[in-house]
C-alpha cells in the first residue's frame, strides 16, 4: 500500500467538505434598510476567522429579508408590534412573569398565545440578571418583553433597556414631573435624557450610525407608566400630555385599596376611574390599558371603554390554577366511589 504524500501546507489541499451552491431563494419585495446595505461582509459570519464570499453576504441579506418578514437584524422593533395593535385597536395580552426566571418563559409565553410579557420586579425577587435572560431571549425571538421595575428605579429601567428589554412599566406616577422623569430614564435626548452605551444588543451589536442607533433604541423603549392612587387619578390629564410614555396603565389593586374598598374591581368609584383616563387618553393621543383584574366581565367593560392593553394574570398563578385543575382530575379518575366501586363501572 503506497505512503500517502502529505501536502506541504494547508493550501495545498483539497477540502474535505467542498462548499455547496446555496439555494436559490426567492426574496420578499422589499427594501432593506441603510443599516443593513451597509454592514461588513464579515458581520454576517460572526465568529469567523477569515470573511465569507460576498455571495454569501448576499444570501445572508435575503434571508434576512425573508424569514418572518424581518428586514434586518435590530430593525424588527418587538416594541412597534404592541404600537401596531394599540393603532389597530386590537387589544393586547400581556403575561405578568413573577415566577419564572430563565428565557423559557418567553417561549411558552409566545405558544400560549400571549402578545407580550413584562416581568414584574415591584413584586418579585427576581435579579437584572435573569430579567436581562428572559428579555435576550425575547428579543430574540422578536417578542415584546417589557419590565415593571420598582418605584423610582430610573437607572435600573436603564439597565434593562441596555440588556434588551423592549419596554419598561414605571409604577406609582402620581404627576407629570415623575411621568417626566420616567421620560428622562428611558428615552435619548432631545426628548429624555438616557446615555448610550456603544452597541446595542437591541440591533444585535451591528455596526450602526449614532443617529440611527438612537433613533432605533428609542422605538424600541416602550413606556408605560400606572395610575394606582386618587392622586394619579386628579392628574391624569397633566400626565397624558406628557411626551414619551405611550400607555397608562390603571393599576386597580392597589387603587381599590388606597380607596378603601379593596378587591372591589366593579366598584362605581373605579368605573368612574376608567372612564376619566379613558377620556383624557383619548384626547391627548394615548393607549390605557387595565390591570389587576381577574373577572371576566369586568375586562370586558372596561376594554369597551377603549383600551388596548390588559394584564392578563401571572404565571404562578396560571401555575396554580391548572395544576389544581389537573390534581382534581386526576383523583376522580383514580379514587374509589363512596359505594366501593371503581370509576367507570356500574354497581350491581
Not at 175 to 180: L, T
Not at 214 to 224: E, P, V, Y
Not at 289 to 318: E, Q, W
Request: aromatic share 4%; proline share 8%; with cysteine.
Amino acid at each position: 500500500m503506497p505512503t500517502p504524500v502529505l501536502a506541504k501546507n494547508a493550501a495545498d489541499s483539497p477540502p474535505l467538505f467542498p462548499p455547496k451552491a446555496l439555494p436559490e431563494i426567492t426574496p420578499r419585495p422589499r427594501t432593506l434598510p441603510p443599516c443593513v446595505d451597509s454592514l461588513p461582509v464579515q458581520s454576517f459570519h460572526r465568529g469567523a476567522l477569515h470573511p465569507i464570499s460576498k455571495g454569501a453576504a448576499d444570501h445572508a441579506k435575503i434571508w434576512i429579508e425573508t424569514v418572518e418578514g424581518r428586514t434586518s437584524p435590530g430593525y424588527d422593533i418587538p416594541a412597534d408590534r404592541l404600537r401596531r395593535k394599540i393603532g389597530n385597536s386590537e387589544l393586547s395580552v400581556c403575561l405578568r412573569v413573577l415566577a419564572h426566571r430563565t428565557g423559557e418563559i418567553a417561549h411558552i409565553a409566545r405558544a400560549s398565545g400571549f402578545d407580550a410579557l413584562y416581568v414584574d420586579m415591584e413584586h418579585s425577587a427576581i435579579s437584572p440578571h435573569q430579567v436581562a435572560e428572559i428579555c435576550s431571549v425575547a428579543l430574540a425571538m422578536h417578542f415584546p418583553a417589557l419590565v415593571r421595575v420598582p418605584e423610582e428605579a430610573s437607572s435600573l429601567a436603564t439597565i434593562l433597556l441596555d440588556a434588551g428589554a423592549a419596554g419598561i412599566i414605571l409604577p406609582h406616577i402620581e404627576n407629570a414631573e415623575s411621568a417626566r422623569k420616567a421620560v428622562a430614564a428611558c428615552k435619548f435626548p432631545p426628548l429624555g435624557a438616557r446615555s448610550i452605551s456603544g452597541a446595542a444588543i437591541h440591533l444585535h451589536y451591528a455596526d450602526t450610525p449614532l443617529e440611527q442607533m438612537i433613533d432605533a433604541l428609542n422605538r424600541a423603549a416602550f413606556l408605560a407608566v400606572m395610575l394606582e392612587s386618587r392622586v394619579a387619578l386628579a392628574n391624569a390629564d397633566a400626565i397624558a400630555q406628557v411626551e414619551g410614555p405611550e400607555l397608562l396603565l390603571v393599576g386597580t389593586s392597589d387603587l381599590c385599596i388606597e380607596m378603601g374598598i379593596p378587591g372591589q374591581h366593579g366598584h362605581p368609584a373605579i368605573e368612574e376611574a376608567y372612564r376619566h383616563v379613558a377620556k383624557v387618553c383619548k384626547a391627548h393621543g394615548k393607549a390605557f390599558g387595565i390591570a389587576g383584574i381577574g373577572d371576566r366581565n369586568l375586562i370586558a367593560k372596561y376594554a369597551a371603554l377603549g383600551a388596548t392593553f390588559v394584564s392578563a394574570g401571572s404565571d404562578h398563578a396560571m401555575l396554580l390554577d391548572a395544576a389544581r385543575q389537573r390534581v382534581k382530575v386526576l383523583r376522580d379518575v383514580v379514587a374509589p366511589s363512596s359505594n366501593g366501586t371503581q370509576p367507570g363501572h356500574a354497581a350491581g
